[in-house]
Nanobody, 125 residues
Framework: QLQLVESGGGLVQPGGSLRISCAAS????????IGWFRQAPGQEREGVSC????????NYADSVKGRFTISRDNRKNTVYLQMNSLKPEDTGVYYC??????????????????WGKGAAVTVSS
């Protein structure tokens, strides 16, 4: 059973940066595609970014493209989301999720197998 724990959330001013992490335990992470999702207050959860098993493929929501960078270190069983030029509309709870995938492709649109409990990010002055 894979467990995912997010960390690194917090309060940041508009224009600032934050890096959130997703640490996995219970299984090796390199058989999973990993996605970051977020849910703003009163809104539905949305996909933010996805990374393939090796990290060779990534994608981003249009709203974060050019500002956020997803990466992973399979030796450390950890995935990261670097968030730059943060805007108030980036506020929300950020979740990482894993999808077991036999291929090294993006797979975050097909229903995730495991979810973390989330890390809160607040962008406000």
């Amino acid at each position: 059973q894979l467990q995912l724990v997010e960390s690194g959330g917090g309060l940041v001013q508009p224009g600032g940066s934050l890096r959130i992490s997703c640490a996995a335990s219970g299984s090796t992470l390199d058989v999973y595609a990993i996605g970051w999702f977020r849910q703003a207050p009163g809104q539905e959860r949305e996909g933010v970014s996805c990374i393939s098993r090796s990290g060779g493929s990534t994608n981003y929501a249009d709203s974060v493209k050019g500002r956020f960078t997803i990466s992973r270190d399979n030796r450390k069983n950890t995935v990261y989301l670097q968030m730059n030029s943060l805007k108030p509309e980036d506020t929300g709870v950020y979740y990482c999720a894993a999808k077991r995938n036999p291929w090294d492709t993006l797979a975050c649109a097909y229903g995730m197998d495991y979810w973390g409990k989330g890390a809160a990010v607040t962008v406000s002055s």
